[in-house]
């Protein structure tokens, strides 16, 4: 299994940008898909971008679209999310996820998607 290591949370204005970082070790995540999460107060974890081995983005939810960029470096082991634009509701934990199985229809939830293993979350917090 693979151990993974969010960073770069934290509190942001409105109109602001963050960038997230995903570092993984104990195997090689070259050939996985990979994905970040997110959960809000109340709310499920639900999928937001994924990324194939190759760097193709395979999924990107309509509520991120043009603002959430997500990019991968296999030689470092590392994912990465780039967050322009924030907005209150972007307000959530972020988590960064392996091995991620995306089937059917969005929205993809982690109780109806195959994950392999996950990191412990980043908060993000959007002030307005």
């Known amino acids: 299994q693979v151990q993974l290591v969010e960073s770069g949370g934290g509190l942001v204005q409105a109109g602001g940008s963050l960038s997230l970082s995903c570092a993984a070790s104990g195997r090689t995540i070259s050939r996985s898909t990979m994905g970040w999460f997110r959960q809000a107060p109340g709310k499920e974890r639900e999928l937001i971008v994924a990324i194939s081995w190759t760097g193709t983005v395979t999924y990107n939810a309509d509520s991120v679209k043009g603002r959430f960029t997500i990019s991968r470096d296999n030689a470092k082991s590392t994912m990465y999310l780039q967050i322009n634009s924030l907005k209150p509701e972007d307000t959530a934990v972020y988590y960064c996820?392996?091995?991620?199985?995306?089937?059917?229809?969005?929205?993809?939830?982690?109780?109806?998607?195959?994950?392999?293993?996950w990191g412990q979350g980043t908060q993000v917090t959007v002030s307005s």
């Open positions: 996820a392996a091995d991620v199985g995306i089937v059917g229809v969005p929205p993809f939830r982690s109780t109806n998607t195959r994950v392999g293993s």
